[in-house]
């Protein structure tokens, strides 16, 4: 599929009111996948530089493995690297021959000292290049490496952890956090190693040249260090201020256009202007109030830096005229005191980088390190071939995680014959979609015993087990692509005619060949640009697509109209005629012709046969079809 991964929870109202009250909940859902508002409001937090940062950079190890894939790259990286950083040091060596030589004899050796300082330069340029390639390819492909396992392992975690971590969350580790450990591997670690070279080898050099004003120089770095650390830790803390405060403001504007159709029909487009053009105004007062405390430590800064900097060059060009130094020597401790400068402040850049990432680097691990509570036995049993078509559930009894304490079956069996349909029926929290939950392995009771053509499904691999089955939910979630793919998720190796008959068969021909493009025209994120009956169809094509021996149907015809509904009910019935069926339904008339229909209440079986009798019975059923019945 070329389309997005779908992240929607229930669809509104309805959504909510047709789901067990014993399933996860949509108020659940809408904390698991946040709004456009809440979403943007996060990254823009994230962007912002807000990502927590570590002193422990120890999860950053946790990156070696990866890295250790390509030792080659990592040796040629770090060899440009070291000729990289000694090329830029022997600059400053043949600037100082250039002055102290080129100029003897009338300058008779000055062409011969530019050209070498042109060739260090030229080999500066190539090692900066190689190492650039070397060093950026390397760490490109250690977190395309580490991307493909991350979205491997969350595509395995099941329901429960879900049901714990917002799926905004564990997108916000997919993208953010591997966007800085990206920068990381590609940029900074370069960087940062290039820089501590330079300052170790700059640092040696300077006490080769001058050890004096070199020990001049030492004693002027606390007086830079002081500003900067009394002075940054104010400016960290409102940075984080206005930056809190510009996210309130964005978090808003968010629910606002997420909303924007409610803003209007209630008249509060203008409270809402005012209410963003505050928090706009909080966040600038903030700014102004950080840009004065940075401007004041960057004044002391540069009167301490230069002043010791004019210093030191005093007293060096004191020695120079006393025949204590040459005129190369100072300039190449200028050039080397330029550089070594330079490195003490990129590192203190790249050190920022490091602790981002190393945060960044713990959330993707706890990801990596998750385990799915649902995963295949060592040697699982494999199922019957060919497919028998037959399920059964005996005594479960099931609570989902976090909530032991209100069970949604009690003590539930049933079993479905191949070929047979059966309806389940009952109020919302009876527990049919839970049936439906463990059927398809989301979750394992905790006693009682599922099977699928007779094995145990905690015998087998999930993923076998979820072959045997064809899934249409009431959500009916498509993804961003067209509606082709959209059909082919239900079987990837599904032929165009396939295709096309599934969408025959499940009443969506027509409008999709009503598209632009037809089966090939993008449906836009979730298929938001087809109706929700549309949707539903293309849904119900999926599955019949996927040609498995077991249909599970969560009021697959909920979303469509009267007239659809007759035609989509014909296909589904000829499909139920060779395929083992299971049928969700609130709407009682679309269930008249299955073999049996159970009844649920509380978790439990309460009524059980064909609609005459249970009719006859005068239960719980006879109660809900006169209800819709009379309402109809």
Not at 189 to 207: D, H, Q
Not at 448 to 461: C, I, M, P, T, Y
């Given at each position: ?8 929870g229930?669809?509104?109202a309805?959504?909510a009111h ?7 909940t949509a108020?659940a ?7 456009a508002?809440?979403l943007?409001?996060?990254q ?5 530089g807000?990502?927590?940062k570590?002193?422990?950079v120890?999860p ?7 890295a ?10 770090g060899?440009?690297?070291?000729l990289?950083t000694?090329?830029s ?16 004899n009338?300058g008779a050796q ?11 330069a030229?080999?500066?340029g190539?090692a ?5 390639y070397?060093v ?5 492909r250690?977190?395309a490496?580490?991307?493909?396992g991350?979205?491997?392992r969350?595509?395995?975690l099941?329901?429960s952890?879900y ?5 905004g ?7 953010t ?7 990381l591997?590609?940029t900074s ?7 501590f070279?330079t300052l170790?080898?700059?640092?040696a050099?300077l006490f ?7 020990g001049?120089?030492m004693?002027?770095?606390?007086l ?11 400016v960290?803390?409102?940075t984080?201020?206005t930056q809190?405060?510009f ?13 924007i159709?409610?803003v209007q029909?209630f008249?509060r487009?203008?409270?809402a202007?005012?209410?963003f053009?505050d ?5 600038f007062g903030s ?5 004065r405390?940075r401007a004041?430590?960057?004044a ?11 210093l030191?060059l005093?007293l060096?060009?004191?020695d120079?005229i006393a025949?204590?130094?040459s005129?190369g020597a ?7 005191s330029?550089?070594a ?8 850049e790249?050190w ?13 691990d706890?990801l990596?390190?998750?385990?799915p509570?649902?995963a ?5 049993r494999?199922l019957?071939?060919p497919p ?10 099931f609570s ?7 069970p ?6 049933l ?6 349909t059966v309806?389940?029926v ?9 049936v439906?939950r463990?059927l ?5 009771p905790q ?6 053509d007779?094995v ?18 009431q959500e009916?979630?498509l993804f961003?692509?067209?509606?082709n793919?959209?059909?082919?998720f239900?079987?990837?190796d599904a032929?165009?005619?396939d295709?096309r008959?599934?969408?025959e068969?499940?009443q969506?021909?027509g409008f ?6 037809k089966f090939?025209t993008?449906?836009g994120?979730?298929?938001?640009s ?11 094509a999926?599955a019949l697509v996927?040609?498995a ?19 989509v009910q ?10 083992t ?16 229909i159970v009844?649920?209440e ?7 046969g064909?609609?005459h009798?249970l ?6 059923y006879a109660?809900l ?8």
């Amino acid at each position: 599929m070329s389309g997005g991964v779908y992240t929607g929870g229930r669809s509104g109202a309805r959504g909510a009111h047709m789901t067990d009250t014993h399933a996860p909940t949509a108020d659940a859902d809408l904390r698991g996948r946040p709004g456009a508002g809440a979403l943007l409001a996060e990254q823009m937090n994230e962007a912002g530089g807000r990502r927590e940062k570590r002193r422990d950079v120890r999860p950053l190890g946790r990156l070696l493995p990866y890295a250790l894939r390509h030792k080659g790259h990592m040796a040629m990286a770090g060899l440009w690297l070291i000729l990289s950083t000694a090329a830029s040091l022997s600059l400053t060596a043949a600037a100082r021959g250039a002055i102290d030589n080129g100029f003897q004899n009338g300058g008779a050796q000055l062409n011969l000292w530019f050209m070498l300082l042109g060739a260090n330069a030229l080999f500066l340029g190539l090692a900066t290049a190689v190492r650039y390639y070397f060093v950026t390819k390397t760490g490109e492909r250690v977190v395309a490496d580490l991307r493909k396992g991350l979205f491997d392992r969350i595509l395995t975690l099941d329901p429960s952890f879900y049901a714990k971590m917002r799926t905004g969350e564990v997108l916000s580790r997919l993208t953010t956090d591997i966007a800085l450990v990206e920068t990381l591997m590609t940029t900074s670690v370069s960087y940062a190693l290039r820089n501590f070279l330079t300052l170790i080898g700059g640092v040696a050099l300077l006490f080769v040249v001058s050890p004096k004003l070199t020990g001049l120089v030492m004693l002027i770095v606390p007086l830079l260090i002081v500003p900067l650390f009394l002075f940054g830790r104010r400016v960290r803390k409102l940075t984080v201020a206005t930056q809190d405060r510009f996210a309130n403001a964005v978090g808003f504007a968010g629910e606002s256009v997420d909303a924007i159709e409610t803003v209007q029909a209630f008249g509060r487009v203008r409270g809402a202007t005012q209410r963003f053009g505050d928090a706009v105004e909080a966040a600038f007062g903030s700014s102004l109030i950080r840009m004065r405390a940075r401007a004041l430590m960057t004044a002391m800064i540069i009167v301490v830096m230069f002043g010791g900097v004019t210093l030191v060059l005093w007293l060096g060009a004191q020695d120079v005229i006393a025949g204590r130094m040459s005129p190369g020597a100072l300039l190449q401790f200028v050039l080397l005191s330029v550089f070594a400068a330079g490195a003490v402040g990129a590192l203190g850049e790249s050190w920022g980088d490091v602790q981002k990432a190393a945060g960044a680097m713990e959330r993707i691990d706890e990801l990596m390190r998750s385990q799915p509570s649902i995963a295949a036995p060592e040697q699982p049993r494999a199922l019957p071939s060919p497919p028998v078509g037959e399920v059964s559930m005996s005594g479960v009894h099931f609570s989902y995680p976090g909530r032991p304490d209100l069970p949604a079956l009690k003590g539930f069996s049933l079993t479905v014959r191949p070929g047979e349909t059966v309806a389940l029926v009952g109020p919302s929290g009876a527990g049919k979609s839970t049936v439906f939950r463990l059927l398809l392995r989301f979750y394992d009771p905790q006693s009682g015993l599922v099977s699928v053509d007779g094995v145990d499904v905690r015998d087998a691999d999930p993923v076998e087990v979820r072959n045997r089955y064809a899934w249409v939910s009431q959500e009916a979630p498509l993804f961003s692509g067209s509606a082709n793919e959209n059909i082919r998720f239900g079987r990837e190796d599904a032929s165009e005619d396939d295709v096309r008959a599934a969408a025959e068969e499940a009443q969506a021909l027509g409008f999709i060949e009503a598209l632009p493009e037809k089966f090939d025209t993008p449906l836009g994120e979730r298929g938001k640009s087809l109706s929700g009956g549309q949707r539903q169809r293309l849904a119900i094509a999926r599955a019949l697509v996927r040609d498995a021996p077991i249909l599970l149907l969560d009021e697959a015809t909920s979303a469509l109209d009267a007239e659809n509904e007759r035609l989509v009910q014909a296909a589904l019935d000829q499909a139920m005629e060779t395929r083992t069926t299971l049928v969700i339904a609130h709407r009682l008339a679309t269930v008249l012709r299955a073999d049996r229909i159970v009844v649920m209440e509380d978790g439990k079986v309460v009524e059980e046969g064909s609609h005459h009798a249970l009719i006859a019975l005068g239960g719980l059923y006879a109660r809900l079809a006169e209800l819709q019945f009379r309402a109809d």
